[in-house]
């Protein structure tokens, strides 16, 4: 169906995707990683309709343990997070933007590795940093291999969810005793769910 390699080259715009069918290039797992960072950025359906596979799975104890806010409550930790589009749009779309920055992105021939930390108008005052390791598949809508030649199948995403529920006031830690100037100000108070 494709050639051995496909190369798109445009006179137009630089927007537009160089493809190589048998191996993600640079420029399309950068694509792939701004594309998950819009949906967490500037979330709308529509855009999600464009990136995602219909079929798409999204792993994160992270938000499992946030969702059950640290309980025995579903979803167990381990589970699927949300088994397929419908189920992430849903996810996605009732909760605000939580706009991150992107740290570090690499890539192999199918899955797209980012590095990322939340945005400070969203997490303070402790940081929140994450990796996401993002699955990707050709898109087999041919007319969008110039822009979107890559969806994402597979999200497994992590972050650090103890600085998550400080921030939120959940938590509160005691500083060790060899931490001389904390500047985290927190005070010993055990976190029960
Ligand atoms: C989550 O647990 C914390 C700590 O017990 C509690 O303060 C908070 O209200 C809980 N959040 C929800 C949404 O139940």
Redesign the pocket.
């Known amino acids: 169906m494709f050639a051995r390699t496909l190369t798109v080259v445009s006179l137009f715009s630089v927007a537009f995707q160089y493809v190589n069918a048998t191996c993600l290039l640079d420029n399309n797992a950068q694509k792939v990683a701004e594309n998950y960072k819009t949906l967490f950025s500037n979330y709308s359906p529509q855009f999600a309709n464009q990136v995602l596979t219909s079929d798409v799975i999204d792993q994160s104890d992270s938000v499992n343990w946030l969702i059950a806010?640290?309980t025995n409550c579903p979803p167990p930790l381990g589970s699927t997070t949300f088994n397929g589009r419908t189920a992430f749009e849903a996810g996605q779309g009732s909760q605000p933007n939580m706009p991150f920055t992107i740290l570090n992105v690499y890539h192999d021939c199918t899955n797209v590795f980012v590095r990322w930390k939340f945005d400070q108008t969203v997490q303070s005052p402790q940081q929140v940093q994450g990796i996401s390791v993002l699955g990707t598949t050709l898109n087999t809508d041919l007319t969008k291999l110039l822009t979107q030649p890559y969806l994402i199948k597979t999200v497994y995403a992590e972050f650090n969810v103890g600085a998550f529920?400080t921030n939120?006031?959940?938590y509160h830690g005691t500083p060790p005793p060899t931490c001389k100037n904390s500047k985290r100000e927190v005070e010993g108070v055990a976190?029960?769910?």
Do not use: R, T
């Open positions: 806010n640290g529920i939120l006031g959940y976190f029960v769910a």
